[in-house]
Nanobody, 115 residues
Framework: QVQLVESGGGLVQAGGSLRLSCAAS????????MGWYRQAPGKQRSLVAR???????DYADSVKGRFTISRDNTKNTVYLQMNSLKPEDTAVYYC?????????WGQGTQVTVSS
């Protein structure tokens, strides 16, 4: 059974940090692109960061220099380190596992940044 489980969300003050984790099971992890997306109320889901099987990374302009995506293929886990958080980072954050034949989403974890 394919499953992505996110954790690490919560409430933090502006300027603070959080680290999100996404643990994958039932999936071939090492060969996939893993991504973090977010969706704020009334907005579309959008890419935050992604990391390929060769560890090439891409970031949304709004998070460059503040967020870092990484992966540990031995633990089938992808991480998102979020520093210098801003109120506009408030959203539900979703993990995504992508290959050329499938795309799988986690259930999401809420991140709330207070001003």
């Amino acid at each position: 059974q394919v499953q992505l489980v996110e954790s690490g969300g919560g409430l933090v003050q502006a300027g603070g940090s959080l680290r999100l984790s996404c643990a994958a099971s039932g999936i071939i992890f090492s060969g996939a692109t893993m991504g973090w997306y977010r969706q704020a109320p009334g907005k579309q889901r959008s890419l935050v960061a992604r990391i390929t099987s060769s560890s090439r990374t891409d970031y949304a302009d709004s998070v460059k220099g503040r967020f870092t995506i990484s992966r540990d293929n031995t633990k089938n886990t992808v991480y998102l380190q979020m520093n210098s958080l801003k109120p506009e980072d408030t959203a539900v954050y979703y993990c995504n596992h992508w290959t050329s034949v499938s795309s799988t989403w986690g259930q999401g974890t809420q991140v709330t940044v207070s001003s």
